[in-house]
């Protein structure tokens, strides 16, 4: 079986993960933590990195953070990871969609604007499978109408918009570790803000918010979002080998394309935009509509074939647990509605050997012919 996602782990994961061990540092309080940080944030050009214990709960402290609360509204794609919307849900706010654009995957900018109201206090900006959203219409949306911008940059280590790191626009933004991210601490996730404030709350938020000087003494309520000192000794060993890691991938997705590109009857990732060039987080795939079964029967086939593969997100919209909230009822978001039954992604992970990616380019024109 060739597995969807293979991580890469042979650099310096072993050394640091022994230190842990040696030294006993193997809780939320080691040195690797403030080392992954700091190394992080440099990365990404902001001023504070957060270590916390997955991408989801990253998203749920920046929302917190921020003050959004019950009457605000916030501005997302519907094709999205539900972890974007549960976090803006869980803060008593509500969110408000958009579809995503056919060619790049991506929220479709052009609804934003029609979807602001006196209540809308934030843009949540979710970068998608490999390219990200076109910021600068975002940005200036969100000065004109004094709008706070949260950027999911879950899916893009090591990419840049117009040459400027992903994960450096919003006020606030989040990145996974999960293991099939170009950089994994197994699971764990990361905020990053220039804003002081901002920083100094989401700790406060990762650490049931015990106060510095009286520890077990409380004002507000917090969470244990910690991420673990051996998590961070992955993520530091990960973090080493970035650009190596973004220079394979990029070419991982360049050996789909060739082999997949004479195919009439799929859509393939965009190879790039004028703002980026594709990092190939996953290698998607969108069946047309001539295709006489859906991206589910395509899994199930690639799955006899030994292939494994993901269906692409599920829009929020057609999520039943926000029907029974009442929120996105009646509502159609037609784009996210296709490439949630037309796409999935193939093997993708950092592991995956060029011969791998020959056998698996055959099974896909296999299933289709």
């Not at 990195?49 to 009457?71: F, H, P, R, T, Y």
């Not at 509500?94 to 995503?100: G, I, M, N």
């Amino acid at each position: 079986m060739i597995l969807v996602n293979e991580p890469l782990l042979d650099g310096n994961e072993k050394k640091y993960l022994n230190e842990c061990i040696d030294t006993g540092w193997i809780s939320s309080e080691g040195p690797f933590i403030k080392a992954f940080e700091e190394k992080m944030a440099a990365a990404v050009g902001r001023k504070f990195g957060i270590a916390v214990s997955n991408g989801s709960v990253a998203l749920d402290a920046a929302v917190l953070a921020l003050g959004l609360s019950k009457g605000d509204e916030v501005i997302m794609p519907s094709f999205t990871i539900i972890s974007c919307a549960a976090a803006v849900v869980r803060a008593g706010a509500t969110p408000v969609l958009v579809d995503s654009d056919p060619v790049t995957w991506n929220m479709d900018i052009n609804q934003v604007a029609e979807k602001i109201t006196a209540r809308t206090k934030a843009i949540m900006v979710v970068h998608i499978y490999g390219l990200p959203v076109d910021m600068d219409p975002v940005i200036e949306l969100a000065q004109k109408h004094g709008l706070k911008i949260i950027e999911d940059a879950a899916e893009m280590h090591g990419q840049t918009y117009k040459g400027r790191p992903a994960g450096s626009f919003g006020d606030i933004s989040t990145f996974s570790f999960y293991p099939n991210k170009h950089i994994t601490t197994g699971e764990g996730g990361m905020i990053m803000t220039d804003d002081e404030s901002l920083a100094n709350k989401c700790r406060s938020l990762r650490n049931l918010c015990f106060l510095p000087e009286k520890r077990f003494y409380h004002e507000e309520l917090g969470f244990n979002f910690r991420m673990t000192n051996m998590q961070a000794a992955l993520g530091l060993a990960q973090l080493e080998r970035l650009e190596e890691f973004v220079a394979k991938k990029r070419r991982m997705g360049q050996q789909y394309t060739s082999l997949l590109k004479d195919v009439p009857s799929i859509q393939l990732p965009l190879e790039k935009t004028t703002y980026a060039d594709n990092i190939y987080w996953v290698f998607g795939i969108v069946l047309n509509d001539e295709v006489p079964f859906d991206a589910f029967e395509a899994m199930k086939k690639l799955g006899a074939e030994k292939i494994g593969s993901r269906p692409f997100f599920w829009p929020m919209h057609e999520q039943p647990v926000f029907h029974k909230l009442g929120l996105f009822v009646n509502e159609q978001y037609p784009v996210a509605e296709r490439m949630a039954r037309r796409g999935f992604y193939v093997p993708s992970g950092l592991a995956l050997k060029p011969e791998q990616i020959v056998t698996v380019s055959e099974a896909v024109k296999k299933i289709l012919s």
